[in-house]
């Protein structure tokens, strides 16, 4: 199982490297020692993490920035549903979820699994952008 360091962590979340070290102290998100003694979090655990932090509505003192989002997202793999031709796999990008539709096959070849960091890659003719 691949397992992700408190900074590692952080970029796959978009938040800083003391903001992730707060939420595992926090006790939000479990971790535990390596081999050579720093903190990691196990794929699996942050890839959960992540998705209830993609939920998380509440009102939060810092605000969100405006941007218009590049088309590379980079993240965390949170689910794979495999059927017998077709695969849907789902990452998690910070507070974005991304749903991405493909064949079994392609999934077989990339080795994709819950927990593994993936970028999400999007190509559009049509792009929205919005500002609240």
Do not use: C
Request: avoid cysteine; proline fraction near 4%.
């Amino acid at each position: 199982m691949q397992s992700y360091t408190i900074g590692q962590a952080a970029r796959l979340l978009g938040v800083s490297p003391d903001t992730a070290r707060r939420w595992a102290d926090a006790g939000r998100v479990a971790t535990h020692r390596d081999e050579s003694g720093r903190r990691v979090i196990q794929g699996r655990d942050l890839a959960a993490f992540s998705v209830a932090l993609g939920r998380h509505t509440g009102d939060d003192d810092e605000e969100t920035p405006y941007t218009s989002a590049r088309n590379a997202f980079p993240g965390i793999v949170t689910a794979i549903k495999l059927g017998d031709v077709a695969a849907q796999v789902e990452i998690q990008a910070g507070p974005h979820r991304l749903v991405s539709l493909l064949t079994r096959e392609a999934v077989e070849e990339l080795g994709l699994e819950v927990g593994m960091r993936a970028t999400a890659r999007v190509k559009s003719t049509n792009v929205h952008i919005d500002r609240p």
